[in-house]
């Protein structure tokens, strides 16, 4: 049997039949498909968006990048067993999909691309956004999508879908390697016919699996273990991928093992009696001392970004040895560790039948004594000042104490990831997604809207973002309008990019265009701060808008959001120039290493006794 259809037709027909399934748990792989319209898309995947109806939900964006951040959201929600698909037509609306498809394959999050292409037989050339490449014939601007995909094709013909589409499908689910997977599909292909086999669109299952350690890596994992005096975990965004919450904290409690989180694992860990909160860069000072003296580290599901090695300067102890504990080999490898490459859930139940020891009292006393100093550094550092705006950190705790735990916090990028990081406490508050790898301004509101549709128990969903962030990408408050998605945007007015402003200031001694302000008679944006009436701004895409200047009128506004059905914002202008208190943890970069003025040689010499303090081998 044989069901005559477009290519279009066949993969949106494919798509609306593919399921995911761990743990007998089962659900649409793609559920639902993004798209903006343009020639290169609306004739084919266009008709058969339309034709096949409610089968494949659609769902109509403002930006093409946007629209892989609302699969983003979505997939980190349903811990990547599941995604959305996203249409662009060709040329700008492809390329607009790049800086997303970057996001997703650096945070190791699902998404299926559609861009677009060319004309396959090439009769019409150059059509419309062609690109002519003079050094190869075949180059098509969707190329620029291969370095950031982990899977591409390109459909030039209607019955390559049949082994394209499985092989996309795995590369969605693969847990040591999904990222973004483009299919490009030439205009003129996407209308072409051609006799599919009716089992193609029999309704698939895709087995996610759990890889289990081998005995090897277990016993030398064991063996350091055993061995450990002073052991610390770095919980990474794989132990929450794998659902291993539980796990992970059974093991770190039987064994007496303080946890520290990277930004992608925020939360994993805040169950464990000895959970020291963010590590690194953005960490606290409890889990940055614990690391400094550590013996053991035992890497679970992190990619042990610079953020969280402190550029490599942080695990200060001579001895020092790594366990990596990931699905992906080349992570579970890093910093010379002995690697387990296994499923973080398999791994660590494997792990804790294998060990019964506890770690030494005096350790544990000393953790403990750590995560009470800096919770007190913490609270002292929110204290009110005398002159100044609430600070970023009180409206961060305000925000802290009223989420609950069915409710969302998201960030991204400028101060709010670092300092959500470093002072959120998801224990009995809102979980929390910090996308820090790619660190993209632009990803935090259409998360948010993927979050919401993909978590149907969500209580509030909060997207911190900042001025800045806010100036670049505001435009799917329209599609949460539009759809009645229910998120709070808290937007924090500090009037520029303080977070780099306070990186410039601390690497060049100087302040230069980082802030929101006019020219002066030298064209250096020194003059006075440009005015932006944020809350008009927001209220002017139909969404409701609060707005707080101190923390009385903070709490209110947190009340009256909650009350509103669709979007809401609450605009709230903060100290501008006041971040949260710093462990002394160490963040490279290139610095100047001459220059005429005095205060940046001064620095270039502190930066290389610095550098002194990174190990690069271990
Ligand atoms: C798309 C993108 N462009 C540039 C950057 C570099 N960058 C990181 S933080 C930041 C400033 C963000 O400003 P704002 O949102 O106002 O937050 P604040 O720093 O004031 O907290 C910039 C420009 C980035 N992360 N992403
Ligand atoms: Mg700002």
Redesign the pocket.
Known sequence: MARRMTAAQALIRYLSVQHSERDGERRRLIPATFGIFGHGNVAGIGQALDEVGSEMRFYQPKNEQSMVHTALGFAKAVNRLSTLACSASIGPGSTNLV?GAATATVNRLPVLLLPGDTFATRHQGPVLQQLEASSAADLTVNDTLRPVSVYFDRISRPEQLLTALPEAMRALLDPAATGAVTIALHQDVQGEVYDYPESFFEPRTWTVPRRPATIEELERAVALLRAAERPLIIAGGGVRYSAAESELVAFADALGIPVAETSAGKGVGSGARLALGGIGVNGTRAANEIAARADLVVCVGTRLTDFTTGSHSLFANPEVRFVGVNVCAPDAHKLGAEAVVADAKVALESLRALLDDGSPVAYRDEAKKAIGDWRRELADDAAERDGERMSQLQVLRALNAAAGERDWVVAA????PGDLLKAWDCAGSARAHIEFGF????HELPAGLGIRMADEDAGEIYVV??????L?APTELVTANQEGLKVTMVL?V?G?????HSLQRQTTGSSFGTEFRRPDEDGRLDGEFVAVDYAANVRSFGVECFEADDLGSLDAAIRAAREVEGPAAIVVRVEPRRGVVGTDAWWDLGIAAASGRERQQQIAVEHDQARASQRFYY
């Open positions: 800086t990028a400028g101060s709010p660190s993209c301004m632009g973002i900042g001025d800045g962030t806010y670049m924090i500090n520029g990019y303080q977070s780099i």
